[in-house]
T-cell receptor
């Protein structure tokens, strides 16, 4: 069975640009969460979506937005990129949210120059 | 806000040795997860602990949860080079929430 998939694997952008990252959850999973991991730190929670609705939002600026589609895949959008947005962006899926185990994808490494 | 402190930050052991990684929470634990990460890659789920005193094992890795101390430990027996990586503990911030708060990780190196 396919795990969580993310695209692209790597991305290089310049300051001020915007970026869209994509995530496909494990088949049957309805909840998707996004995390940002800066080098040397643990992942930080950005968003959680369940059944296409936002269920949680972390302490990130409004430049960050996300959505979930009817097939439960998800997109993370970041506008007006800053150098500090350079990080590994991780997507995680779970069956129904709550305390269910989250399974992570391989991540998208974003470099902002 | 909840914080998780992991110790040690890094660990170098000789193959075959046992080791323990600790994770301490600043607040009540509603669920504690252990993940392993290879450098720059995604997180691999190891174990989830929910109840105080709970202990789970998978192959040579054992994790325990001490709810009163708001602490969990991960123990690896007879370490192998394949155990090398970054071990992360993550905790649910409140009951019913899916938001995970993570520690900074423990980098484990196993020398052959």
């Amino acid at each position: 069975d396919a795990g969580v998939t993310q695209s692209p694997t790597h991305l290089i952008k310049t300051r001020g640009q915007h970026v869209t990252l994509r995530c496909s959850p494990i088949s049957g999973h309805k909840s998707v969460s996004w995390y940002q991991q800066v080098l040397g730190q643990g992942p930080q929670f950005i968003f959680q979506y369940y059944e296409k609705e936002e269920r949680g939002r972390g302490n990130f600026p409004d430049r960050f937005s996300a959505r979930q589609f009817p097939n439960y895949s998800s997109e993370l959008n970041v506008n007006a990129l800053l150098l500090g947005d350079s990080a590994l962006y991780l997507c995680a899926s779970s069956f129904a949210g709550g305390s269910e185990t989250q399974y992570f994808g391989p991540g998208t490494r974003l470099l902002v120059l | 806000s909840q914080e998780l402190e992991q110790s040690p930050q890094s660990l170098i052991v000789q193959e075959g040795k046992n080791l323990t990684i600790n994770c301490t929470s600043s607040k009540t634990l509603y669920g504690l997860y252990w993940y392993k990460q290879k450098y720059g890659e995604g997180l691999i789920f190891l174990m989830m602990l929910q109840k105080g005193g709970e202990e789970k094992s998978h192959e040579k890795i054992t994790a325990k949860l001490d709810e009163k101390k708001q602490q969990s430990s991960l123990h690896i027996t007879a370490s192998q080079p394949s155990h090398a990586g970054i071990y992360l503990c993550g905790a649910l911030t409140q009951g019913g929430s899916e938001k995970l708060v993570f520690g900074k990780g423990t980098k484990l190196t196993v020398n052959p």
